[in-house]
């Protein structure tokens, strides 16, 4: 499949496939999150039994664990149950690259089998004209102090004052490189990792 980037003076686009529940980037973010939900209910679960008990025992620290342990087992569960059913392990992004902002839109793509979505990073696929629901974001480039790339994933960090102000994800070596050469042409500092 050839890149189907468009790129004039001023603009680019390009749709991307990215992977759900094979994404390096996803699952990190994933760990983190299930690692802070993990501490903060042993936590509350410990303030509120010597709250309301009487004194504490190792057993109300193993109720706190336990309750700790299936609250992020549930939660990995939903995760990967919409990473792998309901989103058959991939979502399909619209990026666009205009003089003002970056611009991405992210949609419900074509159902492919599980065995054609099991990629590690983003992936190309065709455009997509109609569809129903997605999730658009826009960055003003004037709001973007830096960004970051990470070359294996051919992923660019758009970066701000309080973090990561977008994720752009290129499903191939030539989009990734015109993404990154047009971001460099709004004067853009890139961090080195």
């Known amino acids: 499949m050839r890149s189907n980037a468009e790129q004039?003076?001023?603009?680019?686009?390009?749709?991307?496939?990215?992977?759900?529940?094979?994404?390096?980037?996803?699952?990190l973010d994933m760990g983190i999150s299930s690692v802070i939900l993990w501490s903060l209910a042993v936590v509350l679960v410990i303030l509120l039994?010597?709250?309301?008990?009487?004194?504490?025992?190792?057993?109300?620290?193993?109720?706190?664990?336990?309750?700790?342990?299936?609250?992020?087992?549930?939660v990995v569960g939903a995760f990967l149950i919409v990473a792998f059913l309901l989103f058959p392990n991939h979502y399909v992004v619209l990026y666009r690259f205009d003089p003002e902002y970056a611009y991405s839109e992210s949609m419900k793509g074509k159902r492919f089998s599980l065995r054609e979505s099991m990629h590690w990073r983003p992936f190309q696929v065709n455009a997509i004209e109609k569809f129903?629901?997605?999730?658009?974001?826009?960055v003003q480039w004037s709001d973007v102090r830096c960004f970051q790339t990470m070359d294996t994933m051919h992923v660019i960090f758009l970066k701000g004052t309080k973090g990561t102000l977008m994720r752009i994800y290129c499903p191939d070596e030539h989009v990734y490189r015109q993404a990154v050469a047009y971001i460099q042409q709004r004067?853009?500092?890139e961090i080195k990792k």
């Open 8 to 27: 004039t003076s001023e603009h680019m686009r390009w749709f991307t496939g990215v992977p759900i529940g094979t994404n390096p980037l996803i699952l």
């Open 49 to 74: 039994q010597a709250f309301f008990g009487k004194s504490m025992s190792g057993a109300y620290i193993r109720s706190a664990v336990l309750f700790a342990n299936y609250l992020v087992a549930f």
């Open 132 to 138: 129903k629901r997605n999730v658009t974001k826009k």
């Open 187 to 189: 004067e853009i500092k």
